[in-house]
């Protein structure tokens, strides 16, 4: 029986392998086409995958009743639907990024330019929480070209060539990226922000298996990110939230909203309440346009009770910071 059960496993994994390898296959192939589809092109494939993908379809559901119960089922399927084909729109835009006249198609106000000048001249590096909200590759494009050196912390691909195409597109916008986890990736983070006083994004929104807070989302508990937090809190440096959000065809409008919280000089502390402040800053975008964010994500995966689980099981990895996940232990 056992022995059945490892060819049931070898092959169910050899049929996995071979279905990712197909797809990473036909995106390097399509890559070309895609950079000079129209954008409605993406927007309507996204629509399509809200009636074609059903286990996504139904997680958006599922988010959307958390975050808005007052609105019936119908207004929120509709935001469902634009959050999908937003989501292709986003893609398409990623693909033709290098082509951009980055400048022309994101609008930045002189006044949230001076945010982040304002934020630069402190001379202790920039922290950017930000969030998977319109187009996101392309407000770290648009900081780039305020002439600031400007880093990514990022999640390596399912695989390495996909790793290389992001890594090569991001950097010939002037982007560092620093892969999560890479050999002395928390050092290389430090000297970026300390010796270069870069300005480093990252994303916050998304409940992924790294260390964390436990912050309010739409009223719930959220487990967050933490290393932007973190940072700030270590370096006392100044933290901002920034985004874009589409206001017309190819068009958008950049935003930047300083993140302002008394530091106590307690890292701990002064972390969880940074990842709070800047989750706050998160759901009042996504209220103001929720069409543009991410719900197939299961944000509310882990619970407080996971964690107490890990650390009984002793299987605990959440709150087990990386170099790369939390400043407090170099």
């Given at each position: 029986?056992?022995?059945?059960?490892?060819?049931?496993?070898f092959?169910?994994?050899?049929?996995?392998?071979?279905?990712?390898?197909?797809?990473?296959?036909?995106?390097?192939?399509?890559?070309?086409?895609?950079?000079?589809?129209?954008?409605?092109?993406?927007?309507?494939?996204?629509?399509?995958?809200?009636?074609?993908?059903?286990?996504?379809?139904?997680?958006?559901?599922?988010?959307?009743?958390?975050?808005?119960?007052?609105?019936?089922?119908?207004?929120?399927?509709?935001?469902?639907?634009?959050?999908?084909?937003?989501?292709?729109?986003?893609?398409?835009?990623?693909?033709?990024?290098?082509?951009?006249?980055?400048?022309?198609?994101?609008?930045?106000?002189?006044?949230?330019?001076?945010?982040?000048?304002?934020?630069?001249?402190?001379?202790?590096?920039?922290?950017?929480?930000?969030?998977?909200?319109?187009?996101?590759?392309?407000?770290?494009?648009?900081?780039?070209?305020?002439?600031?050196?400007?880093?990514?912390?990022?999640?390596?691909?399912h695989?390495?060539?996909?790793?290389?195409?992001?890594?090569?597109?991001?950097?010939?916008?002037?982007?560092?990226?620093?892969?999560?986890?890479?050999?002395?990736?928390?050092?290389?983070?430090?000297?970026?922000?300390?010796?270069?006083?870069?300005?480093?994004?990252?994303?916050?929104?998304?409940?992924?298996?790294?260390?964390?807070?436990?912050?309010?989302?739409?009223?719930?508990?959220?487990?967050?990110?933490?290393?932007?937090?973190?940072?700030?809190?270590?370096?006392d440096?100044?933290m901002?939230?920034?985004?874009?959000?589409?206001?017309?065809?190819?068009?958008?409008?950049?935003?930047?909203?300083?993140?302002?919280?008394?530091?106590?000089?307690?890292?701990?502390?002064?972390?969880?309440?940074?990842?709070?402040?800047?989750?706050?800053?998160?759901?009042?975008?996504?209220?103001?346009?929720?069409?543009?964010?991410?719900?197939?994500?299961?944000?509310?995966?882990?619970?407080?009770?996971?964690?107490?689980?890990?650390?009984?099981?002793?299987?605990?990895?959440?709150?087990?910071?990386?170099?790369l996940?939390s400043?407090?232990?170099?």
């Amino acid at each position: 029986m056992a022995t059945g059960q490892k060819k049931k496993d070898f092959f169910f994994g050899a049929a996995k392998r071979v279905r990712r390898e197909v797809r990473v296959r036909a995106l390097l192939v399509s890559l070309p086409l895609l950079r000079h589809l129209p954008l409605g092109v993406g927007a309507a494939l996204g629509w399509l995958a809200w009636y074609a993908v059903p286990r996504q379809r139904r997680l958006a559901q599922e988010q959307l009743r958390i975050a808005f119960p007052e609105k019936t089922q119908r207004e929120r399927d509709r935001i469902g639907r634009q959050s999908f084909a937003n989501l292709g729109r986003a893609a398409l835009e990623t693909a033709r990024g290098d082509r951009m006249d980055i400048k022309a198609v994101v609008a930045l106000d002189p006044r949230d330019e001076a945010v982040l000048h304002a934020a630069h001249a402190q001379g202790k590096g920039v922290l950017v929480a930000t969030a998977h909200i319109g187009a996101w590759e392309l407000f770290a494009r648009r900081i780039c070209a305020v002439g600031i050196p400007c880093g990514t912390v990022a999640k390596e691909a399912h695989d390495p060539r996909l790793t290389a195409l992001l890594q090569r597109s991001r950097e010939q916008s002037g982007l560092r990226v620093f892969w999560r986890g890479a050999p002395m990736s928390g050092r290389a983070l430090l000297r970026f922000l300390r010796g270069e006083k870069g300005i480093l994004g990252i994303l916050i929104d998304q409940d992924t298996r790294v260390a964390g807070h436990f912050v309010p989302f739409f009223g719930r508990p959220a487990f967050t990110p933490r290393a932007a937090g973190d940072l700030a809190a270590r370096l006392d440096a100044p933290m901002v939230f920034c985004c874009v959000h589409r206001v017309a065809r190819g068009m958008h409008r950049m935003v930047v909203r300083p993140i302002e919280v008394p530091r106590s000089g307690d890292r701990e502390r002064d972390s969880i309440e940074l990842t709070a402040a800047a989750t706050r800053v998160i759901e009042e975008e996504v209220r103001e346009r929720p069409d543009e964010w991410v719900w197939m994500h299961p944000r509310w995966r882990t619970e407080p009770s996971d964690i107490a689980r890990e650390r009984e099981s002793g299987t605990e990895q959440k709150n087990q910071p990386s170099r790369l996940d939390s400043g407090r232990s170099r």
